[in-house]
């Protein structure tokens, strides 16, 4: 999942990149080529207005390999101001090559002194440091018969160290009436202590003619007057600092984008996105940080070193909230006393289960309940349901049991919409809890006490067998509490009195509870039932019908006559067995079990101690409210509860 607000910082550094990126105009091409004719491109950088075509205010001459050419002069390089030509020694250079310098767009500067021989005219030529190099030159035109020949050299330059004039004065050159135009020095750089100087080099200061400047914006213009080509004006551009072009509006102009530039926009770039791209990264590391906890919390356990040896019985909550689908409703097969259960399909095995949560507030006690759930979850039985595992979470425990396709029992008994479930059925279903409850009681090293036997904990896989589940789980609430005040956990109606008086459970407990449910089953009632104007006790309302004399009035009347009178008479009167206030007279399952599958014949009823009172341990609140009827007695036949109880009190203890 991407995030929203990830998702906004990209979308925007995204629109940022392309706008901050994009720049620099288009260049401006004119009809000035610095192309020679003959295909060859200026080997030299020449730039506007320099060039060969007529279209170029300064137009050369250019040789066949491309070098630009100023007269006989090859041209060596180029400044904003100047041009350098490279004037190589030659003692037999007609002096009057030097016109070819003076031209429309430039002339020599006062910064160059040139070196001539035998001239009519001698001239001051101090150029500094030049007399070691004059002398070099002096003797290459040497003539070897020094009578012969009347060899002199001269130089001129304007006048010693003062370059006030800004050009070789050409009347006062020309004055000198020299034969030939040797060399030229010009000085490249001068401070007061030492002059660079470019030897064999003459430099020409050029400019575009014109009274107005025509530059681009971002050029400096420098005007020019009183130019040795008549005395005219002109105009030079020069790109600003940080523009980079020739700087003429009729050339390239001057754009932006110089290393020094394109190093700052850069820059800006980076100051712009570089912020953005570290939020978005850091951003995106906090939502993955915090998604991180927020999984981490919402799957996490608690497991203490005690529970290592349960591994294999403990399972992963991740696995079970994938299991569950994250526990929704949809998944939701009920609630009970003991917390919601989920149904839910192992991510990794496909097996079905249901997943119970059970809340609980105490971690004290924890360890023996879990140990207790455990080692019950070993035991194996047809009729019992298989605890896989567990999970432990604060403030809560997962179960983890086999999946019962078709539900709880009570679903079919007296639950609306009310499923079917015929004779046969229901007495397979009570003989198979029967054999489970047995296999708790008897079948293993340890007694274990059901403790919450009812139609609601009975559940039916596909066949239909009957299965025990939520064994041992009524203990859950006896730890953590005070022994003082100790609770009794179970459901009412299937509360034995003696339970209900000490808290104790004992095997006897639960075939009071059992009884109930066996009631429970043949009559398609609860325990108790909630009337309008009094409740109806399920297993006093058997008896009162069994004294009757007729007990199978009470037989759940949608059976029809499907049901074998004998098998229901069977377990309704075991039903009150069962029920019986007195744990000593109730049967043991054992023997209930031996009397379901008829190897042993029941015992003859007796009237005596089987009574309705029993449950006023239970339901002593509502005590007055509690009335029993036979169905054929229509609601007639009331027995006062309270009086029986009095009897119970007196004789039955
Ligand atoms: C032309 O300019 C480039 C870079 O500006 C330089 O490397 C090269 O030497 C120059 N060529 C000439 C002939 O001046
Ligand atoms: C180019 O050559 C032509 C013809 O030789 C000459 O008239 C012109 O002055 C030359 N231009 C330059 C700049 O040397
Ligand atoms: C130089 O010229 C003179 C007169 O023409 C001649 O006598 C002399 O031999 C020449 N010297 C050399 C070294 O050629
Ligand atoms: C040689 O130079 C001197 C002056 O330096 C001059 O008088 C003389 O006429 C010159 N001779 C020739 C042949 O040019
Ligand atoms: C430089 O020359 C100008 C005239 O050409 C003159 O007025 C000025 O005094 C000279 N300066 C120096 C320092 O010689
Ligand atoms: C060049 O020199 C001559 C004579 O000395 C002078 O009249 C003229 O004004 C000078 N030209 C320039 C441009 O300085
Ligand atoms: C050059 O000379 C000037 C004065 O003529 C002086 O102020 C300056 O400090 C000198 N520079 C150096 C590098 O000596």
Redesign the pocket.
């Known amino acids: 999942m991407m995030p929203r607000a990830a998702l906004s910082i990209l979308l925007l550094a995204g629109m940022i990149l392309p706008i901050v990126t994009a720049a620099a105009p288009e260049a401006i091409h004119l009809p000035c080529s610095r192309t020679c004719g003959t295909g060859m491109p200026a080997k030299q950088n020449l730039t506007y207005p320099f060039g060969f075509s007529p279209g170029c205010p300064i137009q050369l001459n250019c040789t066949e390999d491309g070098d630009a050419l100023i007269g006989d002069f090859l041209v060596q390089s180029m400044s904003p101001d100047t041009v350098a030509i490279a004037i190589k020694a030659k003692c037999d250079r007609p002096f009057g090559s030097i016109d070819h310098l003076y031209g429309r767009n430039y002339a020599p500067t006062a910064m160059n002194s040139v070196l001539l021989n035998n001239c009519a005219q001698t001239s001051p030529c101090d150029l500094p440091n030049t007399q070691v190099i004059q002398a070099q030159f002096q003797s290459l035109c040497e003539p070897?018969?020094k009578?012969?020949t009347n060899t002199s050299m001269s130089c001129y330059a304007e006048q010693a160290n003062n370059y006030s004039t800004m050009f070789l004065n050409h009347t006062r050159l020309f004055a000198l009436d020299c034969k030939h135009f040797l060399s030229s020095i010009s000085l490249v750089e001068q401070n007061n202590v030492s002059a660079s100087l470019g030897v064999q080099l003459l430099r020409l200061e050029w400019w575009v003619n014109g009274n107005e400047c025509e530059c681009s914006q971002d050029a400096d213009c420098v005007q020019l007057s009183g130019l040795p080509n008549g005395g005219g004006n002109g105009f030079r551009c020069k790109c600003r600092d940080g523009f980079l072009g020739d700087g003429f509006l009729a050339g390239t102009g001057c754009r932006t984008g110089s290393p020094k530039r394109k190093k700052e926009e850069t820059l800006k770039v980076l100051t712009i996105v570089l912020p953005l791209m570290v939020l978005f990264i850091v951003s995106i590391l906090i939502m993955g940080v915090v998604s991180v906890i927020r999984r981490k919390r919402k799957f996490s356990e608690v497991l203490e070193d005690w529970e290592r040896e349960y591994g294999p019985h403990r399972f992963k909550y991740k696995d079970l909230y994938i299991a569950t689908k994250g526990f929704r409703d949809q998944e939701l097969l009920g609630a009970g006393g003991f917390g919601r259960v989920y149904r839910g399909i192992l991510p990794t095995s496909n097996i079905e289960i249901a997943v119970k949560k059970v809340s609980h507030e105490s971690r004290q006690g924890m360890r023996e309940f879990v140990a207790e759930i455990i080692s019950i979850g070993r035991l194996r039985h047809r009729n019992l349901v298989s605890l896989l595992g567990y999970c432990r979470r604060k403030g809560e425990l997962l179960l983890v049991y086999d999946y019962m396709s078709n539900g709880s029992l009570d679903r079919y008994l007296y639950n609306q919409p009310r499923a079917t479930l015929n004779w046969m059925q229901r007495f397979r279903v009570i003989k198979g809890v029967a054999s489970g409850l047995l296999y708790l009681h008897e079948g293993w090293e340890q007694v274990v006490i059901h403790r919450d036997i009812k139609a609601s904990n009975i559940l039916l896989d596909a066949e239909f067998n009957g299965r025990l589940g939520d064994f041992g789980l009524a203990r859950l609430h006896d730890h953590g509490t005070d022994p003082q005040t100790t609770r009794v956990a179970g459901t009412v109606g299937y509360l034995a009195p003696e339970h209900t008086r000490t808290g104790k459970v004992t095997r006897s407990t639960d075939v009071f509870a059992f009884g109930a449910f066996l009631l429970e089953v043949a009559c398609g009632r609860r325990p108790i039932e909630h009337g309008d104007t009094e409740d109806v006790i399920l297993v006093d309302w058997v008896f009162s019908c069994w004294d009757r004399g007729d007990i199978l009035e009470a037989s759940d009347l949608t059976l029809g006559t499907e049901s074998v009178e004998e098998e229901m008479e069977l377990v309704l009167k075991l039903g009150l067995m069962c029920s019986h206030p007195d744990p000593l007279m109730r049967p043991t399952m054992r023997q209930v079990l031996q009397y379901l599958e008829g190897d042993l014949p029941m015992p003859e009823l007796l009237s005596s101690g089987i009574s309705s009172s029993r449950l006023t341990f239970v339901y002593s609140e509502g005590l007055d409210d509690l009335a029993v009827s036979c169905p054929s007695s229509k609601g007639k036949a009331f027995t006062d509860l309270s009086s029986v109880a009095e009897s119970l009190l007196s004789g039955g203890r």
């Open positions: 070897s018969n009578t012969h």
